[in-house]
T-cell receptor, first 112, second 117 residues
Framework: GNSVTQMEGPVTLSEEAFLTINCTYTATGYPSLFWYVQYPGEGLQLLLKATKADDKGSNKGFEATYRKETTSFHLEKGSVQVSDSAVYFCAFISGNTGKLIFGQGTTLQVKP | DVKVTQSSRYLVKRTGEKVFLECVQDMDHENMFWYRQDPGLGLRLIYFSYDVKMKEKGDIPEGYSVSREKKERFSLILESASTNQTSMYLC????????????????FGDGTRLSIL
């Protein structure tokens, strides 16, 4: 069935380190892929999206490329900041229901 | 920008009360969703709606009902609140995919942290 697998957290990095959060998915058809971010005490914000193979979504220095051949959508950032500390969710929509399938979330802690 | 507004950020209720959580979106979206978020369990879909007066059960509908009398408003109802319904509740909306082509993202409100005592 449909599912998303994210790397387990927490991920702890020093400021200015390189970030990768792995995400792979199992879906039917041609899903749209998303990364959401949740800062402490808040709701989810859309971080970036990609709607077809080889698309690269980007926002606020974060990037992710839709890899159909490996069914992956890994999140990367070249230099993280303390303010990037949050929970990151990989998700997709497949089929005609508009329902989001979420990963479990990965907590990122960035230390000064 | 899409704005999804949940009526309360924090709410405290007592066991057995009937609880209403309200959600309003301002982008004329057809789809609206209610989730709950619990540590270690991620986000779980409670109910969703594709249109006014339409509703579909999600993964965990037991103990909840919903109402969608107007397109912009989607209410979650706890018929008789219990302590195991203490959680963070998130509302979301999205446009119907057939209108826009590729599946478009859901936009979330800030959440309501509900405590049942």
């Amino acid at each position: 069935g449909n599912s998303v697998t994210q790397m387990e957290g927490p991920v702890t990095l020093s400021e200015e380190a390189f970030l990768t959060i792995n995400c792979t998915y199992t879906a039917t058809g041609y899903p749209s892929l998303f990364w959401y971010v949740q800062y402490p005490g808040e709701g989810l914000q859309l971080l970036l999206k990609a709607t077809k193979a080889d698309d690269k979504g980007s926002n606020k220095g974060f990037e992710a490329t839709y890899r159909k051949e490996t069914t992956s959508f890994h999140l990367e950032k070249g230099s993280v900041q303390v303010s990037d500390s949050a929970v990151y969710f990989c998700a997709f929509i497949s089929g005609n229901t508009g329902k989001l399938i979420f990963g479990q979330g990965t907590t990122l802690q960035v230390k000064p | 920008d899409v704005k999804v507004t949940q009526s309360s950020r924090y709410l405290v209720k007592r066991t057995g009360e009937k609880v209403f959580l309200e959600c309003v979106q301002d982008m004329d979206h057809e789809n609206m969703f209610w989730y709950r978020q619990d540590p270690g369990l991620g986000l779980r879909l409670i109910y969703f709606s594709y249109d006014v007066k339409m509703k579909e059960k999600g993964d965990i509908p037991e103990g909840y009902s919903v109402s969608r009398e107007k397109k912009e408003r989607f209410s979650l109802i706890l018929e008789s609140a219990s302590t195991n319904q203490t959680s963070m509740y998130l509302c979301a909306s999205s446009t119907l995919w057939v209108r826009t082509g590729p599946y478009q993202p859901q936009h979330f409100g800030d959440g309501t942290r509900l405590s049942i005592l």
